[in-house]
Every structure is written in structure tokens, then in C-alpha cells.
């Protein structure tokens, strides 16, 4: 246990990766470029066009790479004493804890949706497939390589379940909404010619920060010249390179999908796995829940910590301050506590973590930036952070701004 408490310590630099993913989501890359000849459009007429598709059913396949510029994660898990699964952790068919593989590489998966109750999304994997189905109320997880299933009644709260007013979660058309309605004075917004997508003919919408400062060189979306539905969405880096996310339909119908697609038994031999809300109603410990030993939460960041993170790491710290606006809005969190040190960590942890980790002072002080493509954190070494799509000069500056 006193390992385990130790390295739990680092869990939270190691978790800025986690914030980078989060702010992708699951998005459907690529596709069959071309230049069709299309009649002229306007970028506010195609977002209106973006904004009055109403599309409810769809099929197909779409390929995601995603690249947020992290090291890699070899020798991780066994630094941080075993947290990263193992006997007694989660499910293989939990999609908290599948569909992270998304978060690097490329990947191909099939989608099918049926309006705002029904969709299904698998992913593959040479012969092995993992499956993700909402239905209803019901939300199933199914992995054929280790023969799991996981199973959340109550779609509201379900993984993976969808919002009552979302059409379909993961993909472009969501991602698309999200960027347009953050869009404003700090944005431009062109069309930039048409592309062949999935077959599709489609106008190329490309939104750029106005501001310096952020991470992000652009987002481009491809949306289908008939029905306004986004069909492929690449976000770019102001490092270069591979893009961010490239994400797109290779092939799509906008057909109904058959209802066997929304179906789900668990075959026969395959262990199963009950979600929160059948765990808490039966008293046992649910996904999320502090391990035993953690009751008083993890040393120096409060009993609440990974409860509350939007209060300050616990409540021990001012909580959290909002920095600027647009594309360089940075967040800014009190701890109440020192980092921890990175001396002390496992030697896979501290290796992790140095490879993405620069050194910095100002006028705050002293801290780390951890970086990635898209997202950074400055960790003060007095127990702050920042965190943005900004560059690590401007959280340096926000940082010696707020002393």
C-alpha cells in the first residue's frame, strides 16, 4: 500500500495528458480527396446550412488518427504500482477505459445511428472488434478479444450516452456545433473550396484564431453540399506536422440503419460487468470511487480530490479562475499544496514525465510546463495550475500576471 500511496502522488502531471484527450472527444479521418464544381457559398450561408441539417440516421466507416505529440506510455503502468489495471480493475469492455484508445494512432470504426436513442459505434482491430451500443435506456459494451461485456442501465448517465438534445455523439457534425458556437471576435471563419469525401461532395469550412498565443493553427471541417452534415473534421497545430485529430467518413448512407444494428445479448460464456448506478444500488464500490486505503484521499491534495477537481483539487485551494477569452482562455487552480516531487517518483513515472516537462521560473516562481500539441499545464511549484490551449510563453505570462 505505502507503493501504491507513493505513486499516486504523480498521478496528477501524468493526468494532463488525460485533459488533452478530453478536450478532442471521439470524433469519426480521411478520406478520397477531389474538386468538385460547386455552386458559390458564403462561410455564414454554410455554417446556416451546418446548423439546419437535421440529419437522424446515417451508417458507415470512418478512420480517426490522432496525434497530441505525447511520449510514449511503455513502463508506465508498472511505475505507477499497478493503478493502470490489472487484476480486479476495470473491464476490458468498460468504454471509460477502451475508447481511450483513440487518443493515439489511427484507428478505423463502423458507426450507425438512429436518431437520439439508438446509435452503435465498433471498433476494430484486425479479427478482434469492440462495440459500444445505446438503446434506450440501455448501454452496452462488448469487447471479442477478451469475451467482456459491460452493461449501464439509464442511458442519462450511461458511458457514452448521449445528451437528450444531442443527435450524434462522436461525431463531426457534434465537434462541429461545439467549435461554431465558441466562434466569435476572436475567430475567422472562411470556406476554402470543396473536397471529395466518402464519396460525398462537400465545402471546406476553415476556422482560424484570430489571437496569438494559442495552440491551435486550425480547425477544417468538410460538410456535405447536400444535407449540411460535417463529414470529416482535421484539427492542426500551430507545431506542424501530422494534425492534432484527422477524422473522417470513408463511407457513409444516410439511410436508416436496421434495428438488429441497436440489438445486444451477451454471448454465451462472456463475463459481464454491471455499471455504476446497478453497483451503487446494490452497496458496492463504483467505477471512480477512491480505492480502499484512499478514504482520506490521496496525500497533500484532500479527501475529495478527483471528486472535485473544479474547486481547487479538494476545496483546500481559491478553486478555479477563468483567464482571458477565446482561443487563449486559460484556467487557472489553487491546490493549497506544494507539487509533489518528481525526484521521489518511480523511475518510469519520472522518465514519463521528464520527456514532456520543461523547467520554468518568472516572477510566480518555479514550476513545470507538461506539454502537448494541443493542451499545456504549468504545475507551480507552489501548488498552482494552468491549464489552455496556449502556447507555454502565455501560461508562463498568466502565471507572473497573477502575482
Request: hydrophobic share 35%.
Amino acid at each position: 500500500m505505502a507503493e501504491t500511496r507513493k505513486a499516486s502522488r504523480f498521478i496528477v502531471p501524468v493526468a494532463v495528458a488525460g485533459v488533452a484527450a478530453a478536450t478532442i472527444g471521439l470524433v469519426p479521418a480521411l478520406a478520397a480527396s477531389g474538386d468538385p464544381d460547386l455552386p458559390e457559398i458564403t462561410a455564414q450561408q454554410l455554417i446556416e446550412k451546418i446548423a439546419a441539417s437535421d440529419t437522424q440516421t446515417l451508417s458507415g466507416t470512418f478512420k480517426i488518427s490522432t496525434d497530441l505529440g505525447l511520449p510514449a506510455l511503455d513502463g508506465l503502468a508498472s511505475g505507477l504500482g499497478g493503478l493502470g489495471g490489472g487484476d480486479g480493475g476495470p473491464s476490458s469492455a468498460d468504454p471509460t477505459e477502451k475508447l481511450t484508445a483513440l487518443f493515439s494512432g489511427s484507428h478505423t470504426l463502423r458507426i450507425a445511428a438512429d436518431g437520439p436513442e439508438r446509435q452503435r459505434l465498433t471498433l476494430l482491430d484486425g479479427s478482434d472488434e469492440y462495440s459500444l451500443i445505446h438503446n434506450g435506456d440501455d448501454v452496452w459494451g462488448y469487447d471479442s478479444k477478451s469475451n467482456e461485456a459491460f452493461h449501464e442501465k439509464g442511458a442519462a448517465g450511461g458511458p457514452g450516452a448521449p445528451e437528450k438534445d444531442e443527435k450524434f455523439p462522436g461525431t463531426p457534425k457534434q465537434l462541429a456545433d461545439e467549435v461554431l458556437k465558441a466562434a466569435g471576435d476572436t475567430t475567422s471563419i472562411t470556406v476554402d473550396g470543396t473536397a471529395k469525401v466518402a464519396g460525398r461532395n462537400a465545402y471546406q469550412l476553415v476556422i482560424k484564431p484570430k489571437q496569438s498565443g494559442s495552440t491551435v493553427e486550425s480547425v477544417k471541417i468538410a460538410v456535405d453540399a447536400a444535407n449540411g452534415t460535417p463529414l470529416k473534421f482535421t484539427l492542426s497545430s500551430v507545431e506542424g506536422g501530422k494534425p492534432v485529430v484527422d477524422a473522417g467518413f470513408t463511407k457513409v448512407d444516410f439511410g436508416k440503419p436496421a434495428a438488429s444494428e441497436f440489438t445486444f445479448k451477451a454471448p454465451k460464456g462472456a463475463k459481464v460487468t454491471e455499471g455504476a448506478a446497478e453497483k451503487a444500488g446494490k452497496g458496492e464500490q463504483a467505477p471512480g470511487d477512491l480505492p480502499e486505503g484512499f478514504e482520506e484521499g490521496i496525500p497533500g491534495l484532500g479527501k475529495d480530490f478527483g471528486k472535485d477537481f473544479g474547486k481547487g483539487f479538494g476545496g483546500s485551494g481559491e478553486g478555479m479562475n477563468v483567464i482571458g477569452e477565446g482561443w487563449t482562455t486559460i484556467a487557472k487552480l489553487d491546490t493549497g499544496a506544494p507539487a509533489p516531487k518528481t525526484d521521489d517518483a518511480p523511475k518510469e513515472v519520472q522518465g514519463f514525465l521528464d520527456s514532456f516537462g520543461d523547467k520554468v521560473t518568472g516572477k510566480f516562481g518555479s514550476g513545470t510546463v507538461y506539454k502537448t500539441k494541443l493542451v499545456n499545464a504549468l504545475l507551480t511549484d507552489d501548488g498552482k495550475v494552468y491549464v489552455g490551449a496556449v502556447t507555454k510563453d502565455a501560461l508562463v505570462n498568466a502565471a507572473n500576471a497573477g502575482k
